[in-house]
């Protein structure tokens, strides 16, 4: 039998690839010669690189940039695909949240600049095809650190390079791109992002995302008026009008300059995944497809992996089951497209800190009796 194990990571308890391994130990167990075909799987948000590097046998590339806060640079990484052409960043590894103190996080102050350094690390690579993950930002400053790491200059009344930081966007006076590193035309970019909301206004990047990264009420006003005087500073010098596009706001108005200078392509992240790692290709002729992720409730539809590796699967008419840490409520509206069953693996009452450590454990002996059913 052939079996295709496209799981997402289960969060904080085991990435993707160990998800994929747990599963093919369970089969193993009851069909010691099947074919288990393992597609670590990702949405574009954490562990896209890792799911991409292994599914299309790339490698990790390290690199030193400069954090959020711009002190002293942090190690950052982003993957090479097997094609050794194609280059996937997820963002957060240089700009993220997590690379702030709670109590220091400030999006007048947080930059994407990190961000900038990777690619053109990866330019320097003679990467051709970028794919950004654009979730889990400490940002707000409209992908302006980017754009000044890639040799573009924000410029005050003076002519000199505006700070980092939403706060500074107000100073723009002009937009040079005289001095943008030329490859960048001559490369494609897809953007795994998720979210819809614009640049500005009360469903923008400030009002709806600032908060969660330290920004105050007074704040999220200010930025938002910052990022509106940008959006007219790029409609003006760059003849680009970002400033109600769809995803245009994604991690603190990355996506507008990704749109606006680079002329990027914003997709939704599981549908890059797929198309990099194949997976269509891959579950052509399997008997059962098995995916899952650490929850699956009526939020799984809105493009999640186990709904798109499901989507896959039915189109190559072949079944699929999904296994989740928690399956909560309104997971019935999945059945109808495409997967046949939706599978627990708790064993028992257990803290959540005891569920995150058995994980594996849990999921390779759900995965182990769910196989002795099917062959019966």
């Given at each position: 039998?052939?079996?295709?194990?496209?799981?997402?990571?289960?969060k904080e308890?085991?990435?993707?690839?160990?998800?994929?391994?747990?599963?093919?130990?369970g089969?193993?167990?009851?069909?010691?010669?099947?074919?288990?075909?393992?597609?670590?799987?990702?949405?574009?948000?954490?562990?896209t690189?890792?799911a991409?590097?292994?599914?299309t046998?790339?490698?990790?590339?390290?690199?030193?940039?400069?954090p959020?806060l711009?002190?002293?640079?942090?190690?950052?990484i982003?993957?090479?695909?097997?094609?050794?052409?194609?280059?996937?960043?997820?963002?957060a590894?240089?700009?993220?949240?997590?690379?702030?103190?709670?109590?220091?996080r400030?999006?007048?102050?947080?930059t994407?600049?990190?961000?900038?350094?990777?690619?053109?690390?990866?330019?320097?690579?003679?990467?051709?095809?970028?794919?950004?993950?654009?979730g889990?930002?400490?940002t707000?400053?409209g992908?302006?650190?980017?754009i000044?790491?890639?040799?573009?200059?924000?410029?005050?009344?003076?002519?000199?390079?505006?700070?980092?930081g939403?706060?500074?966007?107000k100073n723009?006076?002009?937009?040079?791109?005289s001095?943008?590193d030329?490859?960048?035309?001559?490369?494609t970019?897809?953007?795994?992002?998720?979210?819809?909301?614009?640049?500005?206004?009360?469903?923008?990047?400030?009002?709806?995302?600032?908060?969660?990264?330290?920004?105050?009420?007074?704040?999220?006003?200010?930025?938002d008026?910052?990022?509106?005087h940008?959006?007219?500073?790029?409609?003006?010098?760059?003849?680009?009008?970002?400033a109600?596009?769809?995803?245009?706001?994604a991690?603190g108005?990355?996506?507008?300059?990704?749109?606006?200078?680079?002329?990027?392509?914003?997709?939704k992240?599981?549908?890059?995944?797929?198309?990099h790692?194949?997976?269509?290709?891959?579950?052509?002729?399997?008997d059962?497809?098995?995916?899952?992720?650490g929850?699956i409730?009526?939020?799984?539809?809105?493009?999640?992996?186990?709904?798109?590796?499901?989507?896959?699967?039915?189109?190559?008419?072949?079944k699929?089951?999904?296994?989740?840490?928690k399956?909560?409520?309104?997971?019935?509206?999945?059945?109808?497209?495409g997967?046949?069953?939706?599978?627990?693996?708790?064993?028992?009452?257990?803290?959540?800190?005891?569920?995150?450590e058995?994980?594996?454990?849990?999921?390779?002996?759900?995965?182990?009796?769910?196989?002795r059913a099917?062959?019966?």
């Amino acid at each position: 039998m052939k079996f295709v194990l496209a799981p997402d990571s289960f969060k904080e308890s085991m990435s993707s690839k160990e998800a994929c391994n747990a599963m093919e130990r369970g089969i193993k167990k009851v069909l010691p010669n099947a074919e288990c075909i393992k597609v670590p799987m990702a949405d574009g948000g954490e562990g896209t690189v890792e799911a991409l590097v292994h599914g299309t046998d790339g490698k990790i590339v390290n690199v030193i940039v400069t954090p959020p806060l711009g002190e002293r640079k942090v190690s950052a990484i982003y993957g090479i695909l097997g094609n050794g052409t194609t280059a996937i960043i997820e963002m957060a590894s240089a700009s993220g949240i997590h690379l702030v103190k709670r109590e220091e996080r400030n999006p007048l102050l947080t930059t994407t600049y990190g961000t900038g350094e990777i690619i053109k690390d990866a330019l320097d690579k003679g990467i051709k095809h970028f794919v950004i993950g654009i979730g889990g930002s400490a940002t707000n400053d409209g992908g302006a650190g980017m754009i000044q790491a890639l040799g573009g200059k924000l410029l005050d009344k003076y002519g000199n390079q505006v700070s980092f930081g939403g706060g500074a966007l107000k100073n723009i006076e002009k937009i040079d791109l005289s001095e943008l590193d030329k490859r960048l035309k001559e490369v494609t970019i897809e953007v795994a992002c998720d979210v819809t909301n614009p640049l500005i206004g009360e469903n923008g990047a400030s009002a709806v995302f600032g908060p969660q990264k330290g920004a105050t009420s007074e704040m999220v006003k200010e930025l938002d008026r910052n990022l509106a005087h940008y959006a007219e500073c790029i409609k003006r010098d760059i003849g680009k009008d970002v400033a109600y596009e769809e995803g245009a706001g994604a991690a603190g108005g990355l996506g507008a300059a990704l749109l606006a200078f680079l002329n990027a392509d914003l997709k939704k992240g599981i549908e890059l995944v797929i198309k990099h790692t194949e997976l269509s290709k891959k579950v052509e002729g399997a008997d059962f497809v098995f995916t899952g992720e650490g929850s699956i409730d009526n939020q799984t539809i809105y493009g999640k992996t186990p709904m798109g590796v499901a989507q896959v699967a039915k189109s190559k008419r072949v079944k699929t089951i999904a296994f989740a840490g928690k399956v909560g409520e309104g997971v019935e509206n999945l059945y109808d497209i495409g997967i046949n069953s939706i599978f627990s693996i708790m064993t028992g009452v257990s803290t959540l800190e005891e569920a995150l450590e058995n994980g594996r454990k849990n999921l390779e002996k759900t995965t182990e009796n769910i196989v002795r059913a099917l062959i019966k």
